[in-house]
T-cell receptor, first 112, second 112 residues
Framework: GESVGLHLPTLSVQEGDNSIINCAYSNSASDYFIWYKQESGKGPQFIIDIRSNMDKRQGQRVTVLLNKTVKHLSLQIAATQPGDSAVYFCAETPNYGQNFVFGPGTRLSVLP | EAQVTQNPRYLITVTGKKLTVTCSQNMNHEYMSWYRQDPGLGLRQIYYSMNVEVTDKGDVPEGYKVSRKEKRNFPLILESPSPNQTSLYFC???????????FGQGTRLTVV
């Protein structure tokens, strides 16, 4: 598969446990955020998004938390499964625009 | 099936030989973007388009051109490729903030 990053932070979790992936952003003007999942050899896949007027948003097995005070975003995955193994990226944009800046990514490994 | 299609998937070319990577989406999306992905640097936005005939520079536009003559197509043009443009390229489309963004499968470009 394609290498998406040689020195990515790595998170290893046991199958069935919950995962928390963190992302710090720098632009205080950013008001829209997206989490993406990228499996080896594939393009990024949209997971969940959140606007700056929200602190929390839930999807199926995933929750995104936004702390604007410290410019921090997190992705929580409940009951992590082997299929969740991938690189996860956060992306931010100001003014609800389309000029996205991506974080460096975190590689999630799910242990059997 | 909703999809973003890039061509070619793999390309090896020589320095200075003009090339075009095509991108097409079948979802009638307003917004399209091009990214490059490099180890250690993550995904960086090259150009984006918010509608037909409307394009804007992303974070790394130097050495690239784009056009948006039709809503469905957003080709990436390298007029005079150089080795530092060797990278994995992704095209993406979305209907806008709050809607899912779709990525293509990627184009692995090598410039020798």
């Amino acid at each position: 598969g394609e290498s998406v990053g040689l020195h990515l932070p790595t998170l290893s979790v046991q199958e069935g446990d919950n995962s928390i992936i963190n992302c710090a952003y720098s632009n205080s003007a950013s008001d829209y955020f997206i989490w993406y999942k990228q499996e080896s050899g594939k393009g990024p896949q949209f997971i969940i998004d959140i606007r700056s007027n929200m602190d929390k948003r839930q999807g199926q097995r995933v929750t995104v938390l936004l702390n604007k005070t410290v410019k921090h975003l997190s992705l929580q995955i409940a009951a992590t499964q082997p299929g969740d193994s991938a690189v996860y990226f956060c992306a931010e944009t100001p003014n609800y625009g389309q000029n996205f800046v991506f974080g460096p990514g975190t590689r999630l490994s799910v242990l059997p | 099936e909703a999809q973003v299609t890039q061509n070619p998937r793999y390309l090896i070319t020589v320095t200075g030989k003009k090339l075009t990577v095509t991108c097409s989406q079948n979802m009638n999306h307003e917004y399209m973007s091009w990214y490059r992905q490099d180890p250690g640097l993550g995904l960086r936005q090259i150009y984006y388009s918010m509608n037909v005939e409307v394009t804007d520079k992303g974070d790394v536009p130097e050495g690239y051109k784009v056009s948006r003559k039709e809503k469905r197509n957003f080709p990436l043009i390298l007029e005079s490729p150089s080795p530092n443009q060797t990278s994995l390229y992704f095209c993406a489309s979305t209907q806008g903030v709050g809607t899912e963004a779709f990525f293509g499968q990627g184009t692995r470009l090598t410039v020798v």
